[in-house]
T-cell receptor, first 111, second 112 residues
Framework: DGGITQSPKYLFRKEGQNVTLSCEQNLNHDAMYWYRQDPGQGLRLIYYSQIVNDFQKGDIAEGYSVSREKKESFPLTVTSAQKNPTAFYLC??????????FGEGSWLTVV | SQQGEEDPQALSIQEGENATMNCSYKTSINNLQWYRQNSGRGLVHLILIRSNEREKHSGRLRVTLDTSKKSSSLLITASRAADTASYFCATPTQGGSEKLVFGKGMKLTVNP
């Protein structure tokens, strides 16, 4: 089935640790996105990439890093510099139209 | 950089009733989209309406767009318990139609 796969679904991070969230898509989409969702806050854009080997910061990029070495993959690393990382993280992609397709999300909790 | 704002923030209705959600935005847009999110899941695209369209239908969904008032509404007719979810409007950011800005969402509860 075509779609966006995020893993893991649940992830726990210790203080001072970096963790990486995986996002893979087989929709042949050029653009990919990472959003963060906090309760009652809606979605906020962390990073986005419109083409392989290129990405731009979104509204809340501090404490996060990404890479786009392959068209299918857009992993997000939550670094120790992100002081409040507990949230629901959503990966998405889009093709030539304006519609964005989302993965099922990953829950990150600091322990 | 909040663009769309849904209203009301929460709505509780009985099965069979209609549900109307409103979205206001601040800047000129070329399209507006509505998404749905079940609890703890990803968002699913419902419908896109372009700036030159005033109304669009998809099954039990009806979306209107008033660019003069910078507002849109989503109407769900004959609601079902399975419609219980959060609904978001999304608009492109200025200078980049592929980047969407989402509102905070509206929680709809349909009671059986």
């Amino acid at each position: 089935d075509g779609g966006i796969t995020q893993s893991p679904k649940y992830l726990f991070r210790k203080e001072g640790q970096n963790v990486t969230l995986s996002c893979e898509q087989n929709l042949n989409h050029d653009a990919m996105y990472w959003y963060r969702q906090d309760p009652g806050q809606g979605l906020r854009l962390i990073y986005y990439s419109q083409i392989v080997n290129d990405f731009q910061k979104g509204d809340i990029a501090e404490g996060y890093s990404v890479s786009r070495e392959k068209k299918e993959s857009f992993p997000l690393t939550v670094t120790s510099a992100q002081k409040n990382p507990t949230a629901f993280y959503l990966c998405a992609s889009s093709g030539s139209g304006n519609t964005i397709y989302f993965g099922e999300g990953s829950w990150l909790t600091v322990v | 950089s909040q663009q769309g704002e849904e209203d009301p923030q929460a709505l509780s209705i009985q099965e069979g009733e209609n549900a109307t959600m409103n979205c206001s935005y601040k800047t000129s847009i070329n399209n507006l989209q509505w998404y749905r999110q079940n609890s703890g899941r990803g968002l699913v695209h419902l419908i896109l309406i372009r700036s030159n369209e005033r109304e669009k239908h998809s099954g039990r969904l009806r979306v209107t767009l008033d660019t003069s008032k910078k507002s849109s509404s989503l109407l769900i007719t004959a609601s079902r318990a399975a419609d219980t979810a959060s609904y978001f409007c999304a608009t492109p950011t200025q200078g980049g139609s592929e980047k969407l800005v989402f509102g905070k969402g509206m929680k709809l509860t349909v009671n059986p």
